[in-house]
């Protein structure tokens, strides 16, 4: 019985029998390196390019648990915030719809779980005072169309235009205030950033303002328009 192995130097050596360990000289052709490292590397089990769809499943489990006690952010700590900073960046790399403008998937009412931004988790106000309740957005890419929607107790909301600039980053201008849900306000030119989705599937999205500021949402319903 014979078999094979491949020794650090990319030598092909034929075993004659895997017991006794006889084998015949290392008179082969002698591999590249990087064929040597994936072929060593295959034996192992490790993976190379694109993490499987468990991976990814673990990773935003991982993420949704570090943030489900955060109040939407509001009670994150320094080091809460770098711990969340960090499992966003592991999903980053391992983003499935790298075009993410161009993925069906970024269209619909999104929920948001977390965020860096201060303008939306207002922590210098008494919590009465604060968005308590969920807070939504809104994407149409395909007719560059948002909406940023809160609902209890204030029910504020803002229009904005969207024109792409990448694959996955947009310029946002917002172009109309509704205040309590009711009192519409134009949007000065001014008023206007940048969004970028790093990440989106079924479930979840990642996307980062011009400001430094993060934004993990989570699906509510894809038909949702704004």
């Not at 235009?161 to 310029?171: F, N, Q, S």
Request: aromatic residues 6%.
């Amino acid at each position: 019985m014979q078999s094979t192995s491949i020794n650090n130097s990319g030598c092909v050596t034929v075993h004659r029998n895997s017991i006794t360990g006889a084998r015949l000289p290392c008179n082969s052709p002698r591999l590249p390196k990087r064929a040597v490292a994936i072929t060593q590397a295959g034996l192992f089990g490790l993976k190379f390019g694109t993490a499987s769809s468990a991976d990814v499943k673990a990773q935003k489990q991982e993420l949704l648990s570090a943030i489900q006690p955060l109040a939407r952010g509001v009670n994150a700590t320094d080091a809460d915030e770098q711990q969340v900073e960090k499992l966003i960046q592991k999903l980053e790399r391992v983003n499935p719809n790298k075009n993410t403008l161009a993925s069906p998937l970024i269209n619909g009412k999104w929920k948001l779980l977390y965020t860096t931004s201060q303008s939306i988790l207002s922590k210098n106000r008494p919590a009465p005072l604060r968005a308590n309740g969920p807070i939504y957005q809104y994407i149409d890419a395909v007719n560059g169309k948002a909406r940023n929607q809160e609902s209890w107790p204030f029910f504020n909301s803002v229009l904005a235009d969207l024109t792409p600039e990448t694959k996955t980053r947009v310029g946002v201008q917002f172009t109309l205030f509704r205040i309590f849900g009711l009192l519409p306000i134009k949007a000065p030119e001014r008023a206007k950033g940048k969004l970028d989705t790093t990440f989106v599937d079924e479930e979840l999205r990642i996307s980062r303002g011009d400001k430094g500021n993060v934004f993990v949402l989570t699906m509510e319903d894809p038909s949702g328009k704004p």
